[in-house]
């Protein structure tokens, strides 16, 4: 069975340009979650979507959106770059929103911004 | 605020020692803990969990235990194993309705042959 599939894996921005990334989930698994993983401060939380609903959001600021479609698949959009941002990101799956277990992630996507 | 502490940045042990990674949380509220490994390119992969209505948990070489009064856990790893070189992070959530993960810094651990 597939796993998790993030596109890009890797990708060069200047500041202020916008970015999206994009997220298949294990076919069957209708929750996705975002992280970002930066040397400093971990993974932090991003946003959940269940059945293309947000559920859950992290302290992000509004320059970080995302969307889930009724396939599953979902994408995070960044815009008005900044150098911090500059991060992998992680998306992860699960059969639904209630964590019974573990969540399973893709490869990341790495984002540099210049 | 960190509410998941790891506050060792890494740790090498010896093939065939038991390597003990540990955990700190703040938030009381936290009752679901999970440890994840990552390698290198890869994304993170689910190792253990552990509910708070138990102390300890048993996965082959690897075991968890929950001390709730302190807020600490630990991971313990015997024997360890050269491919046990990792990233190891630490993450916490409330059981619910939710698959929120708060994680830790990570830990590398470096299993020397």
């Known amino acids: 069975k597939a796993g998790v599939t993030q596109t890009p894996r890797y990708l060069i921005k200047t500041r202020g340009q916008q970015v999206t990334l994009s997220c298949s989930p294990i076919s069957g698994h209708r929750s996705v979650s975002w992280y970002q993983q930066t040397p400093g401060q971990g993974l932090q939380f991003l946003f959940e979507?269940?059945?293309?609903?947000?559920?859950n959001k992290g302290n992000f600021p509004g320059r970080f959106s995302g969307r889930q479609f009724s396939n599953s698949r979902s994408e995070m959009n960044v815009s008005t770059l900044e150098l911090g941002d500059s991060a992998l990101y992680l998306c992860?799956?699960?059969?639904?929103?209630?964590?019974?277990?573990?969540?399973?992630f893709g490869e990341g996507s790495r984002l540099t911004v210049l | 605020d960190q509410q998941v502490k790891q506050n060792s940045p890494s740790l090498s042990v010896q093939e065939g020692r038991i390597s003990i990674l540990n955990c700190d949380y703040t938030n009381s509220m936290f009752d679901y803990f999970l440890w994840y490994k990552k390698y290198p390119a890869e994304g993170p992969t689910f190792l253990i969990s552990?509910?708070?209505?138990?102390d300890k948990n048993e996965d082959g070489r690897f075991t968890v235990f929950l001390n709730k009064s302190a807020k600490h856990l630990s991971l313990h790893i015997v024997p360890s194993q050269p491919g046990d070189s990792a990233v190891y992070f630490c993450a916490a959530t409330q059981s619910g309705a939710n698959s929120k993960l708060t994680f830790g810094k990570g830990i590398t651990l470096s299993v020397r042959p």
């Open positions: 992860a799956s699960s059969l639904g929103p209630r964590l019974i277990g573990e969540l399973f």
């Open positions: 552990i509910s708070s209505i138990k």
């Open positions: 979507y269940f059945s293309e609903t947000q559920r």
